[in-house]
């Protein structure tokens, strides 16, 4: 699929084939391609939690999930967190094919950047778990699957099922599977000159 038709034809889609289970080759070809996405200082500090455990998946839609079939019956349901601290973490690993001049360069600038900058550390995680999510969709549309990026579950709940680290932050749910139906259709999009400013506002 081209690029262009992944991106008008995904959809979130809120209705999955229970019964459709992906292979672990495709899992891996999802994953694999979704961590092409980019990220502030190539740090990489997304964390898939892959939710694999029937149980654990009905007891997030039934008592934090707002009873969202998706949550159950998609193939796939990965919640995206993100490690904040993930700068002080080892950094040069993040620079290990790089020319020594370029990965000393960002190696030392990573600290001063982020240091005592909660409300930064917190935007890039953010920003990553963002930028991650619409190549993980893009990605399932591209090998024949529907997805459903989710917000509407109990964050706080969530993160002590799933044992959050204190220096991670919480970031939406996505589920990948079988669409059993199609999607509304699209609401209204805002035209090109309602959302453009030139030069500035």
């Avoid at 980019?38 to 934090?64: C, G, M, Y």
């Avoid at 020594?100 to 909660?118: C, Q, S």
Wanted: hydrophobic share 40%.
């Amino acid at each position: 699929m081209q690029v262009k038709d992944a991106i008008f034809n995904r959809r979130a889609i809120k209705h999955f084939d229970a019964e459709h289970k992906m292979t672990a080759a495709e899992e891996k070809e999802l994953l694999e391609t979704t961590i092409q996405a980019p990220t502030s200082f190539n740090i990489q500090h997304w964390r898939f939690v892959i939710l694999r455990d029937p149980e654990l998946r009905a007891k997030i839609r039934k008592d934090f999930g707002n009873d969202q079939p998706q949550m159950t019956d998609a193939s796939l349901l990965v919640l995206f967190t993100a490690d904040m601290k993930a700068w002080q973490k080892e950094p040069s690993r993040y620079f290990a094919n790089a020319p020594k001049e370029v990965a000393e360069m960002l190696v030392n600038w990573m600290g001063p950047f982020h240091e005592g900058r909660e409300w930064l550390q917190r935007d890039e995680a953010q920003r990553s778990i963002g930028l991650t999510m619409q190549t993980m969709m893009l990605a399932a549309q591209g090998m024949g699957y529907q997805s459903c990026p989710m917000i509407g579950f109990d964050i706080e709940e969530v993160a002590k099922l799933i044992n959050l680290p204190d220096d991670h932050v919480m970031g939406p749910m996505v589920a990948i599977g079988k669409g059993t139906k199609e999607a509304w259709p699209k609401p209204g999009q805002l035209t090109l000159d309602e959302v453009t400013v030139d030069n500035g506002f």
